[in-house]
């Protein structure tokens, strides 16, 4: 395959350097090459199979918008832009384009998320437990609590409306991403979590999505790739 990597930083080079090992190439748009999005033009895009898109939250919606109308499907995993999801899904549809959005891309992540929730089903009723999630993600990490949090917070929520489970974020040296559910009792605590050891296993995700989405149409979310629901 032939791969538009839109973004030149620690996710954007990881997908790349992964990319070349599969046998696919790879090319990098920085942001001098497109500053405000105004590098992705039909010809600019012409002749790749799918983009990758790791950047920031105020870039993302411009280079998405783009990319869908110059006519490439488009992975990302930008976070933090999710207020102008409505707007990129209109116009994903009125140009049946393809998108695949994450705010992570790990496989394990996603698995964790659905034994959290089994985990809160099995708590329902049970008095004396207080459920909290802990979070923590290398000092550079802009948002805080993290998207994966969020929506783990959710989950856990859902399968038991009676527990809040706040979550503490910790911004520290070099974690890659660590979430964890704890479940205390008086004599005892039962905890579930997941530990991300580097950026790679992110990169194999946005990669199975980004050899997975061209021939597709439509919005997706990277759990409807893995479990076959569409979001
Ligand atoms: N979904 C997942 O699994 C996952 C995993 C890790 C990270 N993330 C998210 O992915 C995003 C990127 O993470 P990262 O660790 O790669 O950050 P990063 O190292 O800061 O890289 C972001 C890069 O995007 C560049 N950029 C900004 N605007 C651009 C534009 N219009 N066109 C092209 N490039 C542009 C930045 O350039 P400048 O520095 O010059 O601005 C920077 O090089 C963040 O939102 C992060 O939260 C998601």
Redesign the pocket.
Known sequence: MRLLI???????RAVAALAATRGHEATI???EE??Q?RGLTAERVRGYDVAVE????E?APA?IAGLIEAGIPVVT????WDAELPRITALVEERQGALLH?????VGVHLFLRAARALAGEFVGREGFEGFILEEHHAAKRDAPSGTARALQQRLRDADPSRPYPITSVRAGAIPGTHTVSLDGPFETVTLQHTARS?DG?AA??LAAAEWLPGHTGVYTFDAMLFGDRR
Do not use: E, L, Y
Request: no cysteine; aromatic share 10%; net charge positive.
């Open positions: 839109v973004g030149d930083g620690k996710m954007g748009i920085g942001r497109n500053a999005g790791f950047t920031r939250p870039a280079n995993g930008t976070t933090g994450a705010a992570n891309f790990s950026r992110f995700g946005a």
